[in-house]
């Protein structure tokens, strides 16, 4: 029997919008081992990332009960769970979301920077992790000088410069061409074999192969799984 990394038991999900009430995430129950990597699917406003907003420590459900490696993130207090995202944690968004004025390797950097170690090692372990994104030759340029693909890679760098056992993923490939989008789907399946846990929200169902297992989202409710 695998570890669970993940565990969600009767997760919902309410908002109020103009005076209405809007279930986001329906009765959700999933476990997700420590080294599965798991693609979310649905359209848009199905939920998915509304559910990866949950797991990211971000957005406490309405009821049910949320578990990342036996730790009920939502009975941690705010400082714990910022310390938990930290330690936990790696996010990669379709945007990138990198500082126009530092350099791939200072992007990197940033998560390290309230961990108590010096500025070589965190300057060591930026450039070893950007080696491993195939990025080494490139540590010095700033992101505009950088193709789409490339900043993807120093986003996803800088999501496991800290090693943490889970990264959650949204629409990583959204804004890259077809070429590009198989090559960071090929680094995130490398990733899943060296052993980390993935949940990756997606909207192209040709990037669910490089997934070990496939979740589909619809109107808030979990349909049934298919392998990947």
């Known amino acids: 029997?695998?570890?669970?990394?993940?565990?969600?038991?009767?997760?919902?999900?309410?908002?109020?919008?103009?005076?209405?009430?809007?279930?986001?995430?329906?009765?959700?129950?999933?476990?997700?081992?420590?080294?599965?990597?798991?693609?979310?699917?649905?359209?848009?406003?199905?939920?998915k990332s509304t559910l990866l907003s949950i797991l990211g420590a971000l957005t406490p459900p309405s009821s049910g009960v949320v578990e990342i490696d036996g730790i009920d993130i939502y009975k941690l207090t705010q400082e714990q769970r910022t310390d938990f995202r930290r330690e936990y944690l790696g996010f990669v968004f379709q945007q990138f979301?990198?500082?126009?004025?530092?350099t791939a390797q200072e992007n990197v950097m940033l998560p390290l920077t309230t961990t108590k170690r010096s500025n070589k090692e965190k300057r060591d372990m930026a450039a070893e992790v950007l080696a491993r994104v195939g990025l080494e030759n490139k540590m010095k340029r700033l992101p505009n000088q950088l193709s789409g693909g490339e900043q993807?890679?120093?986003a996803i760098a800088r999501a496991i410069v800290n090693e943490p056992p889970l990264i959650l993923a949204d629409e990583p490939t959204g804004s890259?061409?077809?070429?590009?989008?198989?090559?960071?789907?090929?680094?995130?399946?490398?990733?899943?074999?060296?052993?980390?846990?993935?949940?990756?929200?997606?909207?192209n169902?040709?990037?669910?192969?490089?997934m070990k297992r496939t979740i589909t989202m619809k109107d808030g409710l979990l349909l049934p799984e298919t392998e990947g």
């Open 97 to 102: 979301q990198l500082i126009p004025y530092l």
């Open 176 to 203: 890259l061409d077809t070429k590009t989008g198989d090559e960071i789907m090929e680094l995130f399946q490398k990733l899943g074999e060296e052993g980390l846990t993935i949940l990756m929200v997606t909207h």
């Open 1 to 47: 029997m695998s570890e669970i990394m993940i565990s969600l038991k009767n997760i919902t999900k309410t908002y109020q919008s103009m005076g209405d009430k809007v279930q986001a995430i329906r009765s959700v129950s999933l476990d997700v081992a420590k080294g599965e990597s798991v693609s979310v699917m649905g359209h848009s406003g199905s939920g």
């Open 152 to 154: 993807e890679r120093v």
């Open 205 to 210: 169902p040709e990037y669910t192969r490089y």
